[in-house]
């Protein structure tokens, strides 16, 4: 490409947390072209196949250019009328929890700022959950519990400076393709560098790992259980650190008492784990959804917690745990309280204190005092006629969320529902009563915040179709419609981010880590300009990194270890369903593949749904390569093309979670994922749900 950065915009990639930056501009021949970003400290200018292939989905074919009410073209007035009537209509009649949003990680900071206020504050009720819920809560509750906080510890660069990376329950080669580009290059530059990868399935993050470890499903918090207890027996923990923590005692009783087997891992693999991250001091800990889709995520994130916090290896340059979100502003979502149980800035929604202080800065009618449904629990209330009203933006749960069906049957019965999207070609738009155009990415300015704390934004450089507006400027015209046209009377995407950093200021004030308050006064000119940075802005501690110094977040400043009890997947493979169902990504594909599909190269790559089975396993069932199956349990049934590997564990199978009712007639494989969830984080086990197969 012979993009110029001189002439492009600046702006960040729509797809996975490591949040590259992009530059968008024309090539010679006039045609849309991108770039990474050189100057953007997350990718220093790489970017993966699917950042490379990002100008061939800006085709507009299937985009959605007016709203619609019963399938039939409308005027903004009338549809947004309507959405406020309706919803103002519910909560009159049933209260405020009878209405819902089910927002996601592709939203802006902005637009999940609006969301919030319009739910939590004035609406009064705190039924907003979102797609990161599928993604990182666990991550999010095992940080609040060792923490006090949501923070994450470390930068990418720790990555780097690291003598041992493990990953656990990431495929950061295929999930977060440049942050794994990164880390190879560190290795090749810094051969004695070690990479361990536990997972299950031999994946091509292997590539670079000197040991793997194939854990059994579930098995990871007896594995860190372990470690635990070597790192005491060997004299390993940091004394002087663990001064500023608690529960030392108690954890290390639950590791010695926990069964070290149960990790599915021999003894002589263990004690090479260990004997590799005892023996070396810089070590990073990655993980991701296959720590966190679980029903005992919350934990698995706490028995590496506590590895780190006894060790004091954290907030230090190339030492910490390190958790890899799924979404680019899975992070922002979280920073601006997008999930039920949570207020903005890192405030806590049940606390009396920190709720007070958000209704006074908003002058907010109402603020719920109790966390709101969780996703999995927002559509079994739906179901059930619990919520009435429900309005989903940007985000496909007839085909992410577990037990999808259930998920659609509740939608068809449901007696309001309202879709913003980018394209009416989703199995979740299709059920929707009121569609509401949306600005796509490239279309639309804001913020995102990826997984090392960086807050970049997102420009516009096209227009949007049609009468397609930003997501920010929709639910601030539903919050003027029904009532409070103070309160949502922006006039500019730059008003609402300066609102939003001038929230972080009181948050500041009650002893919150995010405070962006400087920014308060950013005019129209300045937030254009406004170029990546890392908070805490000032980096007062550590280089910003976080507790390295020994000072949390928790009421008595200290981290906290937790005792932790390892426990399996909750189904059990039988005779009935003998095959345990792994679920995660592919490289070329993104969610449910409303853009990744529009570029023919991502395609090429594993471009149909696929299970991946042991040849024993296939070889029992008679299966050839490339023979169709058809997977199935109680919930319902997949087909898919047999992709017959060693690389998964005999009784295992993997298959993607990208394919629609709209790709592929019979491929959701969330049909056959149950509604199981953690107890404390409600995120669903998306990787422990179990099958029968068979030829088709
Ligand atoms: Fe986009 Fe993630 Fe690829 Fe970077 S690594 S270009 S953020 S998909």
């Known amino acids: 490409s012979r993009l110029a950065p001189s002439e492009a915009i600046r702006t960040t990639c729509p797809y996975c947390g490591v949040g590259c930056g992009v530059l968008l501009g024309r090539d010679g021949a006039g045609r849309i072209a991108v770039k990474g970003d050189p100057d953007h400290p997350a990718n220093f200018g790489r970017l993966c196949s699917k950042g490379t292939a990002l100008a061939e989905t800006l085709g507009l074919d299937d985009r959605l250019r007016a709203p619609r009410v019963l399938g039939h073209e409308t005027g903004w007035d009338t549809a947004l009328d309507l959405v406020a009537a309706r919803f103002s209509e519910v909560i009159r009649e049933h209260g405020p929890d009878a209405v819902a949003f089910y927002v996601s990680g592709q939203l802006l900071t902005e637009d999940y700022y609006v969301a919030n206020k319009l739910m939590k504050g004035f609406i009064g009720s705190a039924n907003i959950d979102t797609n990161s819920r599928l993604c990182m809560a666990s991550s999010v509750a095992g940080h609040r519990r060792a923490f006090g906080t949501d923070t994450v510890p470390g930068l990418y660069a720790d990555l780097e400076e690291a003598d041992l990376v493990v990953l656990t329950g990431s495929n950061l080669a295929w999930c977060h393709p440049v942050l794994y580009q990164r880390l190879v290059a560190a290795k090749a530059a810094r051969p004695a560098m070690r990479v361990v990868v536990i997972d299950p399935r031999r994946t091509a993050s292997c590539d670079i790992a000197d040991l793997h470890l194939a854990v059994a499903p579930g098995g990871d918090a007896a594995i860190f259980n372990a470690l635990l207890a070597e790192i005491d027996r060997r004299g390993a923990t940091d004394t002087a650190f663990l001064r500023h923590v608690t529960g030392f005692a108690e954890a290390l009783a639950a590791a010695r008492a926990s069964d070290p087997a149960e990790s599915g891992l021999s003894p002589a693999e263990l004690e090479a784990f260990c004997d590799l991250w005892i023996g070396t001091p810089k070590v990073v800990t990655v993980y991701s959804q296959g720590i966190n889709q679980s029903s005992s995520g919350t934990d698995k994130v706490n028995a590496i917690l506590n590895c780190h916090l006894a060790t004091g290896r954290i907030g230090r340059p190339g030492m910490g745990p390190f958790s890899v979100t799924g979404q680019p502003n899975a992070m922002g979502g979280r920073e601006v309280g ?61 085909v992410s969320m577990p037990e999808a069906d259930a998920v659609r049957a509740a939608l068809e019965g449901a007696d309001f529902v309202v879709v913003s999207d980018i394209t009416e070609c989703t199995d979740t738009a299709r059920l929707a009563h009121v569609l509401l155009p949306a600005a796509a990415w490239a279309e639309k300015e804001g913020t995102v915040t990826n997984s090392e704390r960086c807050i970049s934004r997102q420009r516009a450089a096209l227009p949007a179709p049609g009468s397609a507006r930003p997501d920010w400027e929709i639910l601030a015209e539903v919050g003027r419609r029904m009532g409070w046209p103070a309160a949502f009377g922006w006039s500019s995407v730059a008003e609402v981010f300066a609102e939003y950093a001038a929230l972080s200021g009181v948050a500041g004030a009650l002893g919150s ?33 976080f507790f390295g110094d020994g000072r949390f977040h928790t009421p008595d400043g ?139």
């Open 338 to 398: 997008g999930l039920a149980n949570m207020l903005a800035c890192h405030l806590d929604l049940e606390a009396p204190a920190h709720r007070t202080a958000v209704q006074a800065f908003w002058d907010a009618p109402a603020m719920p005092e109790r966390a709101g449904l969780k996703a999995v629990e927002m559509f079994r209330a739906l179901g059930e006629g619990r919520i009435k009203a429900i309005w989903i933006i940007h985000t496909n749960p007839v």
């Open 513 to 545: 880590d995010f405070d962006i308050s400087d920014l308060a006064g950013i005019d129209a000119a300045e937030y254009d300009a406004l170029a990546p940075f890392v908070w805490p802005r000032n980096a007062r501690k550590n280089g910003g990194r």
């Open 558 to 696: 200290k981290g906290r270890m937790l005792p932790v009890t390892p426990r399996g997947p909750e189904s059990r493979p039988g005779a009935a369903f003998p095959f345990r169902l792994n679920t995660g990504r592919t490289r070329d594909q993104w969610h449910t593949m409303t853009r990744t599909a529009k570029a023919p190269r991502l395609n090429q790559h594993l471009g149909e749904p696929y299970c991946e089975i042991h040849p024993e396993d296939a070889a029992r069932l008679g299966l050839g390569a490339g023979d169709l199956v058809r997977l199935h349990n109680p919930l319902g049934a997949v087909i898919a093309r047999a992709a017959i590997s060693d690389a998964v564990r005999p009784g295992e199978v993997f298959v993607p979670m990208h394919w629609t009712a709209e790709t592929a007639s019979a491929a959701r494989i969330d049909t056959l994922v149950r509604a199981v969830t953690d107890p404390i984080s409600g995120q669903p086990e998306s990787k422990g749900s179990v099958v029968a197969i068979e030829r088709f």
